[in-house]
């Protein structure tokens, strides 16, 4: 069930990943992708799933790598 969590909670991040691509929506990635990406992380290492931490670690960094490029992490 956690890993079902996990992996539920990446593909929705990487939606919202996707979506704060868009200029002026880098926004989404503080509200809506590194929350829901933790939240999956959290609940892969409760499940011990490691497709879904891996998946959660990728979208975390993508989401942190365009905050930096972006100029939301400073």
Same mark, same amino acid.
């Given at each position: 069930?956690?890993?079902?969590?996990?992996?539920?909670?990446?593909?929705?991040?990487?939606?919202?990943?996707?979506?704060?691509?868009?200029?002026?929506? /880098?926004?989404?990635?503080?509200?809506?992708?590194?929350? =829901? @990406?933790? %939240?999956? +992380?959290?609940? !892969?290492?409760?499940?011990?799933?490691?497709? /879904?931490?891996?998946?959660?670690?990728?979208?975390?960094? =993508? @989401?942190? %790598?365009? +905050?930096?490029? !972006?100029?939301?992490?400073?």
């Amino acid at each position: 069930m956690w890993n079902t969590l996990s992996i539920v909670a990446g593909v929705l991040a990487a939606l919202a990943l996707l979506l704060g691509f868009i200029p002026l929506l /880098g926004w989404t990635n503080w509200f809506l992708t590194l929350p =829901l @990406a933790i %939240l999956g +992380l959290i609940f !892969g290492a409760v499940g011990r799933s490691r497709p /879904g931490q891996v998946l959660n670690l990728v979208l975390i960094a =993508l @989401a942190a %790598l365009r +905050l930096f490029l !972006g100029g939301g992490v400073l």
